[in-house]
Each structure stands twice: as C-alpha cells, then as structure tokens.
C-alpha cells in the first residue's frame, strides 16, 4: 500500500502517560499504530508565528511532523470559525453560532498554510488522509498548489440537515470546496444522505449512492462508522481491574451500584440531560436512593471557546442542586470530576460499573459507547444506556437500551430497567454487541477509508 499522510488538527501526543481526551486523537492514533504513516498538524501550542518552527518527531513507525500557530490564527481558526461556527452548526446548534468575518478568513488562511505543509512533505504516491470539520476547504488549496494526489476528507462529526448547514454563513463556498475532495467519508447513513440533499438542493449537483457531481467533478462519499480495537480494550480493563484508582473507587461505593459517564465537557454531550434523568430516578424510585452512585468523569475541553464557561457553571449548579437534594452522611448521589484519568483507569471504571449512560444530543459516533461495551467482561457486564442521537446507536440498537436524551422520564426508566436487568439478558445484549464492534473494528474503518481512497471505482 502507499504511504499514509495524515492531517488532522491536533497532533496528540504519543509519549506514555500522556492523555488524549478526544475522539478524533484516540482513533487515529490506534489506527496508525497498526501500520505507520506521518501525522501533520499543530503542536498545540500559540508561537509568534504559525507554521514556524516545523519539527519532526518519530515514534516507532510513525512519524510526527508539527508547527505551532500564531495567537491570530488560533482565535480565529481554531478558537473562532471551526469551534464557534462549524462545531456548534454541525451539531444542530445555530443558536450557538458566533460568526466574524475575520474568523471566517483565518479559517481560510489556516487552510492554505496546511495546504503548504503538506506540499513540502508529500511525494507524488501519498495517500492523503485529512480529519474534520477544520479542513473543509483543505483540499481545493492542495489542489490550487499542484497537489495530484489521492485526497479524502473523514469527518468525525455529524452532518447537519440543509437548513442547517444553510445557517452557516459561507455555507455554499464551503461545501463547493468541499467537494475537491476525492472521497469524503461520513459516519452514518443519515450524514451522508444530509450531505447530498444539501449539494443536490442547494448547489444544483446531482448525486447518486455513493457519488456527487457538481460541474462534472466527481466526489466519491461513503459510510465508515469509526471502531475501537475491543480486543486491546478488554485487556487494559481486565489487567487494570485491581489497580490503585479501581480500588479507590470500589472503596468509595461501599457495595453500591455503579452508574457511569465520560465525556469531554461539551454541550453536544447533553450532561445536564442526563442529570436530570438520573435525578428523575431518584425522585420517583426510592429504592436506588443510597444504593446507587452515578460517576461523571468530563474533563473540560475548549474553555476559551464561547458557551463552555457557562455550560460548566450550568453543571455545577444542576450537580450541586441534586447533591444538596438528596446527599446522606454516607452517600453522595453524583460525583461529578472535571478531570481526565489514563486510559487504563477509564478502561477498568467502565468494566467496575453496573451501567454505561451516552445521553448525547448530537453526536458523529461517540467511541465512549463502544470502550464501555468493549471493557466489560462477558460473564458480568454492564449496561449500555445509548442516546438514539449518537451514531454508535445505528450499529448498537440491538443491544443497548435505546433513549431520546429528551425524554426525562424514559432515561430514568432505561436506568432501571438496566440495573434490574438479569444476567442473561445482560450476556446476550454484550454478545450480540461485540460481534458488531469486532466486526466493524478501528482497522475496518482505516482499512475500508483507505481502500476506497486509494481504488477509485473505474472512471472515478
Ligand atoms: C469526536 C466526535 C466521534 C474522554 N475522557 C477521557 C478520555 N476520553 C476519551 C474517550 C474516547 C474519547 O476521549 C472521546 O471520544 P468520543 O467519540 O466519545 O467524543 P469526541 O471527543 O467528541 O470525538 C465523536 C469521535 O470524534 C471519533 O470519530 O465518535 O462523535 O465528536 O476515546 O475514552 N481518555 C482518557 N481520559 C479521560 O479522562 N484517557
């Protein structure tokens, strides 16, 4: 196969002992491990200047190329259009759009200098393989610049509707970029349809199954719901289940049943939802009242970024309000913990609790899902309680307890019905929801994306 080029963002570290709280970093870096390839993006850190210096770093068979961007690139690119503008509307929240003008051309301008990184390092034969909703016009820069590569887009979050995508300002110039691509993957059936009907509807492109064509362009799209590598999952937790925080947390709940949630701390996530379910579980079952303890790991993410500051003060209120409702000397209803754990701990939490609850209002996959299934054992597992609005919920209906995050009432009867549930309904609903993780597994996904990107079906 080809060399891989990799472009996302944020390069995540890859040196032991350090956490990588998103979903883009973790799948990909798994996914490169697997067969090697270079990683291009941003350092993480704000210098003088963006791009400059570039370093390299190499880490067993990949290889890491990064560059630091200038304050001005980092408000307006990062910090401005894509989590201000894009991040909110393609999570159905025009409501929180927060749009400049200077944004929209730092977005621009972030772009074109990606454009020129991978130009410096790509030989003719690179796969190019770019991550999310940052780059949506990256590859009409490739393509300006002389780049003849192979170019796909992945993008980890959902597609919105047409009158969504419509609230976007530029909406129209983005998408016609967008498709420079030669492949842009989706993670569902449901982004992708939302895609073409809005290239069909609002650019004037015809589309079939699996294409778009827009002035005799042609784009290629597919479906890639993006995996987990459930063998290595189930390992971490099993050889971690007596390490020094599981015991810390065991000693914490005294007996009592564990229901838990990790999420970076995002309002895509829908935490205040589910507080408010649990806390309906409380209220109108007593019987879980000093027997339950509902754990809420969500390390902050994007705390410059307008709307996460007050998120964070609306969960600390709607935590605290329920705490002080309903605490005893000896019992703590949630323990609600702005901080990150390593991913060994998280693996072996999520095997040490009774219940998984994903109550996401919007969300492209959501891999949590899938480790909590992956980290439990097979003899005693946990509960999946899964939001229909994740896409992890196309490929696992059949065996998490399905819910309208919305829906107060029926979370907090999902939550029962998961913690009464019998051994062997429990064993079958993880049986029938592992074939489905390692089927569609972290290396069907690359391998599939990959596949396609570098096989043009013949005349594309
Ligand atoms: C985007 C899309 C899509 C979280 N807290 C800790 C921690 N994490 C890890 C989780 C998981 C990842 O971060 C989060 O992934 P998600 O998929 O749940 O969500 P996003 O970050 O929003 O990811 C999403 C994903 O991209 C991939 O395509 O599924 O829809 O929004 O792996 O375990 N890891 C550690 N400590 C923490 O405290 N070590």
Redesign the pocket.
Known sequence: MARILIVSNRVAPITEGQ?????????VLDALKKTGGIWMGWNGSVGSKSGDPCSQDENGNISQITWPLSQRDYDTFYRGFANGVLWPAF?FRSDLIHFRDEDYEGYRRVNRLFAEQIQRVAKPDDLIWIH?YHFLPLAQYCRELGLKNRLGL?L???FPSPPIFRTIPNNDALARDMLAYDLVGL?TAGDRRALHDYCERCLGASSTDGAITLDGKVTRTGVYP?G?CPEDIQHLAQEHKNSREVVKLKSGLQHRRLIIS???L?Y??GLIERFRGFERLLDTRPRFRGAVSFVQ???P?RTDVHGYRSLRQMLEQTSGRINARWTELSWTPIRYMN?????????SFFRASQVGL?T?LR?????????YVAAQSEDDPGVLVLSEF???ADELAEGALIINPHDTSSMSKALQAALDMHAAERRQRHQTMMQVLKKNDLIAWRERFLSDLENPPSGG
Do not use: Y
């Open positions: 956490v990588s709280t998103g979903g883009l970093a973790v799948g999570h999310d992945f980890h979050i959902p993670q993006i987990v990790v999420d970076r995002d895509s996530k790991i969500a390390p993410s901080r990150s754990f390593d991913r060994p701990t998280l693996m994903v996401s969300d492209g996959m959501n891999l949590v899902a899938k480790e994740a896409g992890a």
